[in-house]
Structures are given as structure tokens and as C-alpha cells.
């Protein structure tokens, strides 16, 4: 069984200040969206749901429509079984650390790219990716994603992790990606924090990762 973690304003979310907004221009559900909004070069930068509400989803999933700014950009990302806030506002490729993370991003435009990856210690582990999903190209538009991960015993009785990704196909769920990862780190930690990074860059409205309608699901 799974229960919703009910959120409901910015008030729910860590991130570092002045780099998330609520925009009225560009929404799923009225009145506004969560939008990046960041002055650093970088541009990059990440919320996640305050320990308060879920301190540890160690088997979960997450719901939410993304608009993508831009091709290529390794953003935005989710990251789940997070042991730690990100130190500071910039976001490079292996920061968060100790997470795994999936990204749904343009490996060029019109092509969705899909990547899944494990950090431990700054080392990044690729588990899996697909650079030209069957999927509508995710720039630039509003796109519904569902990312779910849950521990199970395998066949020869060992504890696995599965992650699977769904896309939205206006009528349906559609399974895009379903791997496994026999390393199923953090299974066992009393910290498994969950967030969403993303690019904000301050030079248009284009450069900037927007969400909405996100919902946090945690095993119970």
C-alpha cells in the first residue's frame, strides 16, 4: 500500500534561498508552477521535500509534470534515497552525492534521453541509458513522469532494487524504463531524502526548469 505525502506550498521544501519560485505563467494546475530561478552562472540548483514530512522514503515514488528548458543539459533530475542535502546551490553531474538519480532530459532536440545513475562517495555508476526513447521529445514542453522504487528478494534470495519509469501518453501510463540494481545501497539508512533538481539560469524565461502537480508517494 502506498500513501501520498500531502505538500502544498514552498513551506515544504528545502532549497537554497532565491532559487525556486512560484510563476504564473506557465502551469499544469492554476494558479502557478514551481520554477528554478537562480543568478548563478551554473544555473543550477535543487528542492527537496523537508525531513519533516518524509524523512525516509526508502521505497517510494514520485509524480510530476516537468518543462524542460533546454536540450542536453543533464536537468532535470530526481533523486531518491538522497543521504544528504546538496552542500550549497551548485548542482554539478555528481552532486547530490550518495543518491540515485534519474534524468529526462533532450539528448538533442527532438529526442528524449532517459538516464539512471547511482552516486556513492562522487563516483557516479551509470546503471542505464537510452538516448532516444520512443517517446515525445521532452523540450520545451509540459511532460508527466513517474518514477517508483521499491526493494524486493530476488530469485537467489538476495534484496534487489528495482526502479522503474513511466511516461504519461495522455491516456495511460506507459512503461519507458525497468531496470535493477543488486547493490541496493541506502536500503537500510534512516535518511533517504527526496528532490528534484533542476536549471535555472537567469537569462530568459526558456532557461528555466519548471514543475508541477508533483506528488511524493512513500511504500508503507
Not at 8 to 36: K, M, Q, T
Not at 80 to 104: K, S
Amino acid at each position: 500500500m502506498n500513501v501520498k505525502l500531502t505538500h502544498h506550498s514552498l513551506s515544504d521544501w528545502n532549497f537554497p534561498a532565491g532559487s525556486w519560485e512560484l510563476y504564473a505563467l506557465r502551469f499544469i494546475s492554476p494558479l502557478r508552477c514551481v520554477r528554478a530561478y537562480t543568478d548563478r552562472t551554473s544555473g543550477f540548483t535543487w528542492i527537496f521535500l523537508k525531513d519533516t514530512l518524509a524523512p525516509c522514503i526508502t521505497n517510494g515514488r514520485i509524480i510530476s509534470h516537468i518543462w524542460h528548458r533546454s536540450g542536453s543539459s543533464l536537468f532535470p533530475k530526481w533523486c531518491f534515497r538522497t543521504q544528504a542535502l546538496p552542500p550549497g546551490e551548485g548542482v554539478i553531474e555528481n552532486n547530490p552525492d550518495n543518491c540515485y538519480q534519474v534524468i529526462i532530459d533532450s539528448g538533442s532536440v527532438g529526442h528524449t534521453r532517459i538516464t539512471i545513475k547511482r552516486i556513492a562517495g562522487q563516483t557516479p555508476t551509470q546503471l542505464y541509458q537510452d538516448t532516444n526513447v520512443a517517446w515525445p521529445d521532452a523540450y520545451r514542453i509540459w511532460s508527466k513522469w513517474r518514477i517508483t522504487w521499491f526493494s524486493y528478494i530476488a530469485s537467489n534470495f538476495t534484496s534487489v532494487l528495482r526502479i522503474i519509469v513511466d511516461g504519461w501518453n495522455g491516456y495511460g501510463w506507459q512503461e519507458c524504463v525497468q531496470i535493477d540494481d543488486s547493490v541496493n545501497l541506502w536500503e537500510d539508512s534512516g535518511t533517504n531524502l527526496v528532490g528534484i533538481c533542476g536549471f535555472g539560469w537567469n537569462v530568459s524565461d526558456d532557461f528555466k526548469d519548471c514543475i508541477d502537480d508533483t506528488e511524493v508517494w512513500e511504500e508503507t
